[in-house]
């Protein structure tokens, strides 16, 4: 695996996608299809979510089976923050990234000594622990979840609109992928995917990997955490189910189908995931042995992802 | 008291041994192999089906048992030879990836084929009641089905181990997993080696798999909450070691087992009621996990490293 | 020119609306796979049952119902109701049969003004504070079940109980209101996790108890299990068994059999009622479906025809919110269980009745009702609803 340097095309590509995107909703709510504004946003977020694992194991090259803990604690944090009366966006997402984060550094700081498949082992086992942590806690709702009484306001503008939640994600999105596109090209992105290539070399010449590796592990854990913060916003609901480990693997998943280490991995990932649901929901009950499938061939015919076969260049 | 004591190591053995027949597959697909099958799961799943149909048409759980672990152990064969030989050679992410998905087809298919709503078949008659034991202070009483259980956990356990400590093929999967490249070097046909013991672990599934069914649910998505504790057995055994599954199966059998029946008394001795009742179940249930991740931090390797 | 016409058609149908809909769409979200699918599916029966005798009309209109299984995941529920509601536009919701999915599917629902007819889940918030007018329950308040069988191992005089029940918040429903009139000694109050399934470790600590009592609440598969390792165990020669109707229903008893038998439980329905809208509905819900009804069956049998009388009732008008939530409390219809009020929370007052499990006229294990625990029973929940 190279260096990320984005192609020549993805600077209009992801313009004219960007402007597509911003037309979404007044098209959909024109053509009377509401219900699908919601769905994009849902896309948008796991997009986020998944970007922030590719940070990770992109970029990182450590295959964590733990995300769902992050995109989960963001989810509570935001639910708890309304519990405890603060509906100010502009402060409970970022305090949802912070418990996250936190969180992230306290497991990264533990896994990051050990490799391979214990370092894969040893994410999901915290993973596990704060999934039945949320289960048992009584006071926010154990197995049940924690409800949202209602979505809540950014800067004092209510997120309860469909297209109101949808920018607020897009924004998200958008930002931190400029933000991982900088990084992966900053001295701290390229360290960090020679760390991915050598880590002996690496460690040889001297670099501080483990603390290269921390830091990016816990960034992951944060956007991850901003993620689960707008999921909850749009399903009204911090649930358990964010947490299981079945989960993370969906995250994985997404991550793998759309590209490892490709910046827009995790987006194309999530929309064809999702959007793979959504079709083949309406053909058949058993769509999963669909998507099995669809996945095996991925595996077997193009391991690359998706992405790659639009060519996205990489060195 | 005695029978408290005596009643709940029974029963954190009986665990274990189911445990053990899930994590001894698993341990050796991963070590000799290095193939992360997050599909142990639904071999195991998928076995307690096959077990549960057969017994339904053959009228008779023993038969049904031995049915369905052929077929699961066909299934396995047919599973290795098409998929598993392209992934071994694979990174760990794109096994994931495969066996998630096999994860999925597996789920989907078994809801096509028996419906979504759990199996729920009973043990043999002669085995549905208690079996009493005469002891000093008054009679003890134990669940015949949960004896058997035992019994034929330890028989397996018994046999694995001759089989990997004393014959030649043993010999030959724990040069496997010790050094791979050696041991071809050494000219053993590793590809039949692989296959026999890919289709020796999804035989272990269906066996633990079918064992439990009358005890537990036959159901979709049963393998996955089995598949985590198997991975936490091998990862605190050592990945690759029959001795480390036997050993981190029995361990993760009792723990959970004296977790879930002392943690929420002990607790509630020692904190404020309301506390404990939250405390006592979440303990309970990261016990295991808590002692995967303290043994990984003073023993990186597990405790029976396969690769010295 | 044909495409012209059914335009035309169509516009003129669309027209029609704002007086009478000319169907009634009904948007069933159930537990319909895993653990807890016996449930979800019972409902789904009854509630069918109940559209093919009204010849697949509701109040005279058609009726196109339509289901979707949750997986007994909020999330999942959420993404179908919210389907149901902003893309096929229905107008009732019923089917959820577990709070917790009840209080995640709620909001969105009440949001869209849609009346939702519970046949299963009534969490104490909908009957308490957060009681809406765009929920009705035509099944029961969570705790009542647990009240009933509380109250009547009070005047039977049990001295020594351990509770068995799930850790999560209807588990501790169950046991607060259970508590609420059984006053003696609780020598253990043990919550598993929930959808465990071997509960080995569990039924080691009942027995050094030495109870006279057992009183468990664990619904779908979990009770099932129980059940068949608790008389493996060799327990049920010394404890006597309670539940709530939930863990002692058809669903259960088929698949334990006989070990079942001389197990105490509450219900608010019972096969063997005499009155002529449940002798019907037994038998040809038994026609239909080769088994006997479960008190989910004959819950959402209710909620259907619950919707059937109110929307006769308005004629068709269901956009007309405030005459449909009038409709809906005056309960023109006739429940299999005998006649109930909705009280101010839209919670039935009803009786709860004694059952016991036994062999019946033809041989069949299964419930026969001894006599009522209580009379028109409210929950405890209602003075704090402001709904009047």
Redesign the interface.
């Known amino acids: 695996m190279a260096f990320y340097r984005p192609a020549r095309w993805q600077r209009p590509a992801t313009l004219a996608g960007l402007v597509a995107l911003v037309a979404l909703p007044a098209a959909l709510t024109a053509l009377g299809q509401e219900f699908y504004i919601g769905f994009a946003t849902r896309v948008l977020i796991f997009a986020l979510a998944a970007s922030s694992l590719n940070l990770v194991l992109g970029f990182g090259g450590m295959v964590s089976l733990g995300h769902a803990a992050f995109f989960g604690i963001g989810a509570y944090t935001a639910a708890i923050c309304q519990q405890a009366g603060i509906n100010e966006a502009l402060f409970a997402f970022p305090a949802a990234m912070a418990a996250a984060g936190l969180f992230a550094l306290l497991v990264g700081s533990v896994s990051l000594r050990t490799r391979g498949v214990y370092f894969i082992m040893i994410t999901l086992a915290f993973a596990q622990m704060v999934f039945y942590l949320f289960v048992s806690a009584r006071a926010w709702g154990g197995d049940d979840g924690l409800p949202l009484a209602g979505r809540m306001t950014l800067a004092g503008f209510s997120l309860a609109g469909d297209s109101a939640l949808f920018f607020a994600s897009l924004a998200a999105l958008t930002a931190a992928l400029l933000a991982f596109g900088r990084l992966a090209q900053a001295r701290f992105g390229r360290t960090l995917q020679a760390i991915r290539e050598n880590e002996t070399r690496m460690e040889a010449l001297g670099y501080p990997v483990f603390r290269y590796r921390l830091v990016a592990f816990a960034l992951g854990g944060a956007v991850a955490g901003l993620a689960g913060a707008l999921l909850a916003n749009l399903t009204g609901l911090a649930s358990p189910n964010l947490l299981q480990w079945t989960q993370s693997g969906t995250l994985l998943v997404m991550v793998i189908i759309g590209g490892v280490g490709a910046l827009y991995g995790g987006v194309v990932g999530a929309a064809v995931l999702l959007g793979l649901e959504e079709v083949l929901v309406g053909f058949t009950e058993h769509w999963h042995i669909v998507l099995g499938l669809l996945l095996l061939g991925i595996v077997l015919f193009a391991p690359r992802g998706v992405a790659a076969l639009f060519g996205e260049r990489r060195g | 008291?005695t029978?408290?004591i005596l009643?709940?190591a029974l029963?954190g053995l009986?665990?274990g041994l189911m445990l053990f027949l899930l994590a001894a597959g698993l341990t050796l697909v991963?070590g000799i192999m290095d193939c992360?099958n997050?599909a142990h799961g639904s071999l195991y799943m998928v076995g307690a089906y096959f077990v549960a149909a057969a017994a339904q048409v053959a009228d008779s759980f023993w038969v049904g048992l031995g049915a369905g672990v052929a077929g699961a152990a066909l299934l396995g064969l047919l599973l290795e030879v098409s998929?598993f030989r392209?992934?071994y050679q694979?990174d760990?992410?794109?096994q994931?990836?495969?066996t998630?998905?096999?994860?999925?087809?597996a789920?989907?298919?078994v809801?096509?084929i028996w419906g979504?709503?759990?199996i729920?078949f009973?043990?043999p008659e002669a085995l549905?009641?208690?079996v009493?034991f005469p002891l000093p202070h008054g009679a003890f009483?134990?669940?015949?089905?949960?004896l058997v259980i035992i019994a034929v956990g330890l028989a397996v356990a018994a046999l694995l181990y001759l089989l990997v400590a004393r014959s030649r093929v043993g010999m030959w999967v724990r040069a496997g997993a010790a050094n791979r490249e050696m041991t071809e070097a050494l000219g053993i046909n590793v590809r039949a080696l692989f296959t026999a013991v890919f289709v020796f672990g999804a035989a272990l599934c269906a066996l633990a798999g079918g064992l439990l069914g009358p005890?537990?649910?036959v159901?979709?998505?049963m393998g996955?909450s089995v598949l985590?504790l198997a991975?936490?057995v091998i990862?605190i055994g050592g990945?690759g070691s029959i001795r480390g599954a036997l050993v981190g199966s029995l361990i993760v059998g009792t723990v959970d087992?004296?977790g879930?029946?002392l943690l929420?008394?002990l607790l509630r001795a020692t904190l404020p009621a309301?506390a404990a009742?939250?405390?006592?179940?979440?303990l309970a249930?990261?016990l295991i996990?808590?002692l995967?991740?303290g043994i990984?931090?003073f023993r990186?390797?597990g405790l029976f490293p396969a690769r010295a | 020119m044909l495409l012209r016409l059914t335009a035309i058609a169509a516009a003129l149908m669309l027209a029609g609306n704002a007086l009478a809909a000319d169907k009634i769409k009904v948007g069933f979200v159930s537990t319909l796979s895993g653990p807890g699918a016996g449930l979800g599916v019972d409902i789904r029966d009854g509630y069918n049952l109940a559209i093919k005798q009204l010849g697949g009309k509701l109040g005279d209109l058609p009726a196109e119902v339509i289901i979707a299984d949750d997986q007994q995941n909020p999330d999942v529920a959420k993404q179908a109701a919210d389907k149901f509601l902003k893309k096929d536009k229905v107008d009732f919701m019923t089917g959820i049969v577990f709070s917790n999915i009840m209080l995640a599917v709620g909001p969105s629902v009440f949001e869209n003004k849609t009346f939702y007819i519970s046949a299963n889940a009534g969490p104490s918030q909908y009957a308490g504070e957060q009681c809406n007018p765009f929920f009705f329950n035509v099944a029961w308040q969570n705790d009542n079940l647990h009240e009933a069988v509380g109250k009547y191992m009070q005047d039977k005089g049990f001295k020594n109980v351990v509770i068995v029940t799930p850790n999560y918040p209807g588990g501790k429903d169950a046991v607060a209101g259970f508590k609420r009139f059984y006053k003696g000694k609780v020598a253990e109050e043990i919550y598993t996790k929930l959808g465990q399934l071997d509960y080995a470790a569990e039924l080691a600590q009942v027995r050094s108890h030495k109870p006279d009592a057992l009183f468990f609440f664990l619904p779908g598969g979990m009770g099932i299990n129980f059940v068949k390792q608790f008389v493996a165990a060799g327990l049920s020669r010394d404890i006597q068994l309670f539940a709530p109707g939930f863990s002692a229903d058809e669903d259960v008893i088929k698949a334990v059999g006989a070990p079942m038998m001389g197990m105490f439980n509450s219900s608010h329905w019972a096969h063997d009622m005499d009155n002529p809208e449940n002798k019907r509905f037994v038998a040809e819900f038994e026609k239909e479906y080769k088994r006997l009804p479960s008190l989910y069956a004959s819950q959402g049998y209710d909620a259907a025809f619950m919707m059937d009388a109110a929307v006769r009732d308005v004629k068709g008008r269901v956009d007309d919110k405030v005459a449909l939530q009038k409709a809906l409390e005056a309960k023109r219809f006739k429940s299999v269980r005998g006649d109930f009020k909705f009280n101010t929370n839209h919670y039935p007052v009803q009786n709860y009745y004694l059952r016991v499990i036994g062999k019946d006229g033809q041989g069949r294990i299964t419930n026969k009702t001894m006599g009522t625990i209580f009379t028109n029973h409210a929950d405890a929940y209602v003075a704090s609803c402001k709904m009047k």
């Open positions: 008291m029978q408290l009643e709940q029963n009986q665990f991963f992360i997050l998929l392209r992934l694979r760990h992410l794109a994931v990836l495969a998630f998905a096999l994860i999925l087809i789920n989907e298919a809801r096509a979504p709503a759990a729920m009973n043990p549905a009641g208690p009493e009483f134990y669940p015949a089905y949960r005890l537990l649910a159901q979709v998505g996955e985590i991975f936490v990862i990945i087992t004296l879930r029946a929420p008394a309301d009742a939250t405390l006592g179940p979440a249930s990261i996990y808590l995967m991740a990984l931090f990186p390797q």
